[in-house]
Antibody, heavy 120, light 108 residues
C-alpha cells in the first residue's frame, strides 16, 4: 500500500529555520515527482511546487519561489520542505503528495499533513 | 498562469439529492482536470482525473464531465459522508498546477 508519512507538528518563532519531511512507504519515492501543497487556516489548497527525488529536479510555483526550498534523499525515500527564516504568514498545514506520473500531473496519494505554527 | 474558478462557493443539498459543482479554467486545459474531496481534519483525496475517470475506490455516484474550460462534478445521490469541500485542479499547462478555491457542500 502506497503511503506518504509526514513529520509531526511544529511550533516555531519568527526568524527560525525549519525542515519538515515526507517519507514514502509501500513504494520507492524514485520514479515519481513529489509535490507540496499549502493550506492556510480556513483556506483552500495552494500548489507550491514539485521535486523529482531521482535527481532533485524542482519546479516551484512563482508564489513560492525563493520562499521555501524543496529537497529529497532518495536513499531513504524522503522529501523535505524547508524554510530558512519563518514568518507568521507561514502558519499553515503543509501536505506532501505523489504526482501520478511523468505525463499526468495530478496527485494520487497524499500525506496526512504537517501543521506548522509560527508565533512569537 | 491559469486561474481556476469554482462555483458556487457553498452548495446546500439534502441527502439523497443530486449535487452539481462547477469549475472553470481561464484558458483551455483540454481534459487535464482533477477533482479532490477534503473532509474536515483530513488530507485531500483524489476523486476524478482526466476530467471524467474515477480514481481507485471512488463510488460510481461520483462523475465528472467537461473539457476545455468548463467542467462539472456530479454526485448523483448524496450520502452523509459526501458533505465536504471539493477542489478542482488543472494539470495541462505546466507549472504551476493551481487548484480552484473550493466548493463547500453542506447539508440542507
Amino acid at each position: 500500500e502506497v503511503q506518504l508519512v509526514q513529520s509531526g507538528a511544529e511550533v516555531k518563532k519568527p526568524g527560525e529555520s525549519l525542515r519538515i519531511s515526507c517519507k514514502g512507504s509501500g513504494y520507492s519515492l524514485t520514479g515519481h515527482w513529489v509535490g507540496w501543497v499549502r493550506q492556510m487556516p480556513g483556506k483552500g489548497l495552494e500548489w507550491m511546487g514539485i521535486i523529482y527525488p531521482d535527481d532533485s529536479d524542482t519546479r516551484y510555483s512563482p508564489s513560492f519561489q525563493g520562499q521555501v526550498t524543496m529537497s529529497a534523499d532518495k536513499s531513504i525515500s524522503t522529501a523535505y520542505l524547508q524554510w530558512s527564516s519563518l514568518k507568521a504568514s507561514d502558519t499553515a498545514m503543509y501536505y506532501c503528495a505523489r504526482k501520478h506520473s511523468n505525463y499526468e500531473h495530478f496527485f494520487d496519494y497524499w500525506g496526512q499533513g504537517t501543521l506548522v505554527t509560527v508565533s512569537s | 498562469e491559469i486561474v481556476m474558478t469554482q462555483s458556487p462557493a457553498t452548495l446546500s443539498v439534502s441527502p439523497g439529492e443530486r449535487a452539481t459543482l462547477s469549475c472553470r479554467a481561464s484558458q483551455s486545459v483540454s481534459n487535464s482536470l482533477a477533482w479532490y474531496q477534503q473532509k474536515p481534519g483530513q488530507a485531500p483525496r483524489l476523486l476524478i482525473y482526466g476530467a471524467s475517470t474515477r480514481a481507485t475506490g471512488i463510488p460510481a455516484r461520483f462523475s465528472g464531465s467537461g473539457s476545455g474550460t468548463e467542467f462539472t462534478l456530479t454526485i448523483s445521490s448524496l450520502q452523509s459522508e459526501d458533505f465536504a469541500v471539493y477542489y478542482c485542479q488543472q494539470y495541462n499547462n505546466w507549472p504551476p498546477y493551481p487548484f480552484g478555491q473550493g466548493t463547500k457542500l453542506e447539508i440542507k
